[in-house]
């Protein structure tokens, strides 16, 4: 039975609940380098992985625009285990599995998605039929043999399309996400499986949490990594149901609030209405896939900015380009970049801009990112309003 929600005792203002959002994302203050980019990936609860790759991967952009320029074999160790040759198993400190997309997850999170590995058990098989025997004989593979890719495992893919796996790779993907297989590390971008009872560490392995307390606690999650959201956006961060939100928002400790402009309810973490969020404001390059603007809706409330991932849109339909990057100076999204890499140059393939003021925070995004990925030059090929283009350049130079 769905409790009644409580009246909102608190009311923020449009841009209260931005810097709110902000703080809570890790853009606003001043960053948390001890704890790097296992600590970021601890605030955010989750990072989306992608196979896109122009500036830098996703999981890669997500560290850097908080942190600044992270050395991007640390933000790999931070988030994978590598164990060398010989030596004992080394402790994982984060997972792969399906949050709001495909995420590295924090490991200690692995009880509170025992709700989602026990749905996928329960729902009929999507779209690829097993020969009698293939998932037996992947999971009696890795018990033998120690961890494995795909490609060791007897081949990724047929000889067919891209998604046309192999049945060693549909086997394996199956246990991945019924949670008898698990993968905690990446070589050369190739997810590694291994056994969940042999790499997840015993006390998280075995604490099977009923259905209603793992969706507590992930809308929990939800409402810290975000400040503050509605209903959608709480429920879209780790993919939950409206009504799973609906049965469990009342218990998990998050608090019913008014923001001026928004038309829905919203909640809040108390934590963070404890404090004003104030401090120094992030001038960065965002990710498409950044959980800071993820989820469209939640993008335009809160900074009148619409934005969408162009990348599978045929390209003489595309406005802004293929991988644009939004860019966020002074808590607020102030134009586009869509980026490319020849040599060592940065290529701005297309600039979008706000006006004449967002010229300077996007050319310390854009020299900050080039020095990033070891770029000496930038090059800008087009802006979308050329009055401004002798501007940027020289902002550049």
């Known amino acids: 039975m769905t409790k009644s929600m409580p009246r909102p005792e608190t009311t923020l203002s449009a841009p209260e609940a931005r810097r709110i959002a902000l703080r809570a994302q890790g853009f606003l203050g001043a960053p948390d380098r001890r704890s790097g980019v296992r600590g970021v990936l601890r605030h955010l609860g989750a990072v989306q992985l992608d196979t896109i790759s122009v500036l830098a991967r996703s999981h890669e952009l997500i560290p850097y625009a908080r942190l600044g320029a992270v050395g991007r074999k640390k933000v790999e160790s931070a988030y994978w285990t590598t164990t060398p040759e010989g030596a004992p198993p080394a402790p994982p400190h ?48 890795l018990r033998a043999e120690g961890p494995l890719t795909a490609t060791e495992l007897g081949g990724a893919k047929n000889k067919g399309e891209w998604w046309d796996w192999s049945d060693s790779k549909i086997a394996v993907e199956r246990a991945l996400m019924y949670g008898e297989v698990v993968c905690t590390q990446r070589r050369s ?75 829905k309810p919203a909640w809040a973490a108390p934590e963070a209405l404890a404090t004003p969020p104030r401090g120094r404001h992030r001038t960065t390059l965002l990710s498409p896939f950044d959980s800071l603007i993820w989820e469209r809706a939640r993008t335009e409330r809160i900074f009148g900015f619409t934005h969408r991932l162009e990348a599978y849109v045929p390209k003489p339909k595309r406005v802004y380009g293929y991988f644009a990057m939004p860019v966020l100076a002074g808590g607020n999204l102030v134009g586009r970049v869509d980026p490319a890499r020849e040599g060592g140059t940065l290529v701005a393939k297309q600039v979008s801009l706000d006006g004449p003021k967002a010229v300077p925070a996007v050319a310390q995004a854009l020299l900050e990112a080039a020095q990033w990925v070891d770029c000496d030059s930038v090059r800008v090929e087009r802006v979308d309003r050329p009055e401004l283009t002798a501007d940027l350049i020289r902002a550049l130079n």
């Open 94 to 141: 984060a997972f792969e599995y399906w949050s709001h997309a495909a995420c590295i997850l924090p490991i200690e999170e692995w009880p509170h998605f025992a709700f989602r590995r026990r749905a996928y058990r329960a729902r009929p098989h999507w779209g690829h039929d097993l020969p009698d025997g293939a998932y037996d004989q992947v999971i009696k593979q």
């Open 189 to 263: 971008w190739k997810r590694v499986y291994d056994l969940a009872e042999r790499a997840i560490p015993d006390p998280l392995l075995h604490d099977d949490l009923d259905d209603a307390e793992c969706v507590r606690r992930l809308i929990r999650l939800a409402g810290q990594s975000l400040g503050v959201g509605t209903r959608a956006d709480i429920a879209d961060y780790h993919r939950l149901k409206g009504e799973q939100f609906d049965t469990a928002v009342a218990d998990s400790g998050l608090v019913p609030v008014t923001v001026e402009g928004w038309d």
